[in-house]
């Protein structure tokens, strides 16, 4: 029997992994929301992963099987193409991850250093922590989870005093186009809905409850987050790369005058805890889906994948913005968040009636 995380755990790495994107929030990269805006983009990204979230969420209530598991139920070939389908995902979630904090590092902290090597040493330090399972990534998140939110508090409360209103326009002063249009591609990134579907039979908890937990916290925080960001950067911090890492730079408490080298610190752990789940869920996938165990090397060909996919995708912040962004990546999400769960659904529950139907 695989080993099982409690839903504590497991809502502490999804929120982990999806903090990140907006740790490494890259501000050119925007649609140009105006910050007063930024409300209603939290409200249609949510609507786009409710919708997204929804197939996997029906199949851990009703089959308690991960969809790879539910298309090899209809069929062993369908269920070798989801698992294939899926790792690939995975992949692509972890190398757009190392890429984003690739390119902070490279560009904010290191100018035109290469890490490749660091890169390379935090996707092992991720494989060996696949290795140990999903427990162990549990414990762990629940910790940096802890760390992360009393240092956002912090940080937050620490900047208020630098807050100013005039930051803001009038609401929709450019209508409601653009923030629809940041809030669905916004969610086509949101690669952690497809933890979801494959994860979920190594969680000891109810889904739907997990998920709108983790859906409303997220969003809060990243809303929260925002509109402190826009009220005390202002036009500056529109001007920066990095928002988040300009208010850790402003932000101050007593002894803590760069507080940007902690959150920088909970930031690799984030990364670390991100590829370390993308890759066990890749091996789960695997599993699932060819019904046999991950050999033991496969963690370092999903390693060797990962940085492959990093090194092309993370050459320049203009490169990597086009590419995250593509319609072609929007449509994959989509294609594995809502129709490939679908697609197994509808094959399962038609082999079975015809199995009922032949045995009549």
């Known amino acids: 029997m695989k080993e099982k995380i409690n839903a504590v755990q497991f809502f502490a790495i999804i929120f982990l992994c999806r903090i990140t994107e907006f740790f490494t929030y890259i501000a050119p990269r925007e649609t140009g929301v105006l910050p007063s805006d930024r409300l209603f983009v939290v409200v249609f990204f949510s609507l786009f992963c409710i919708i997204s979230l929804l197939p996997a969420l029906v199949i851990a209530k009703k089959e308690k099987k991960s969809v790879p598991t539910l298309a090899k139920s209809a069929s062993p070939v369908f269920g070798k193409i989801c698992a294939i389908i899926y790792i690939m995902a995975f992949i692509w979630a972890a190398a757009e991850s190392v890429s984003r904090f690739e390119l902070f590092i490279s560009t904010v902290m290191f100018p035109d250093t290469d890490i490749n090597l660091i890169t390379a040493l935090l996707l092992f330090a991720a494989a060996f922590a696949a290795a140990k399972g999903v427990e162990a990534i549990g414990r762990s998140s629940v910790t940096v989870t802890a760390v992360l939110a009393a240092s956002f508090v912090i940080i937050i409360l620490t900047s208020l005093s630098e807050f100013d209103a005039v930051n803001f326009s009038?609401?929709?002063?450019?209508?409601?186009?653009?923030?629809?249009?940041?809030?669905?591609?916004?969610?086509?990134?949101?690669?952690?809905?497809?933890?979801?579907?494959?994860?979920?039979?190594?969680?000891?908890?109810?889904?739907?409850?997990?998920?709108?937990?983790?859906?409303?916290?997220?969003?809060?925080?990243?809303?929260?987050?925002?509109?402190?960001?826009?009220?005390v950067t202002g036009m500056y911090g529109e001007r920066q790369m990095f928002k988040l890492y300009t208010l850790t730079v402003l932000a101050k408490l007593g002894i803590l005058e760069r507080f940007d080298d902690v959150m920088i610190g909970i930031w690799v752990l984030c990364e670390l805890i991100k590829a370390s789940f993308c890759l066990l869920a890749a091996s789960r996938a695997f599993e699932d889906g060819f019904g046999k165990r991950a050999p033991k090397y496969f963690y370092l060909v999903l390693v060797g994948a990962v940085f492959a996919v990093f090194t092309v995708a993370a050459r320049s912040v203009s490169k990597f913005a086009e590419t995250a962004s593509s319609p072609a990546i929007q449509t994959a999400f989509y294609l594995c968040a809502i129709l490939l769960p679908v697609i197994a659904a509808v094959s399962s529950n038609a082999k079975k009636k015809k199995e009922v139907k032949n045995l009549a």
């Open 170 to 231: 009038p609401l929709l002063y450019n209508g409601i186009g653009t923030p629809f249009s940041d809030g669905f591609s916004s969610a086509s990134r949101t690669w952690e809905i497809l933890f979801f579907a494959v994860m979920l039979p190594s969680v000891r908890a109810n889904p739907t409850k997990t998920a709108a937990a983790w859906l409303t916290v997220f969003s809060l925080a990243a809303l929260t987050g925002f509109f402190v960001i826009d009220g």
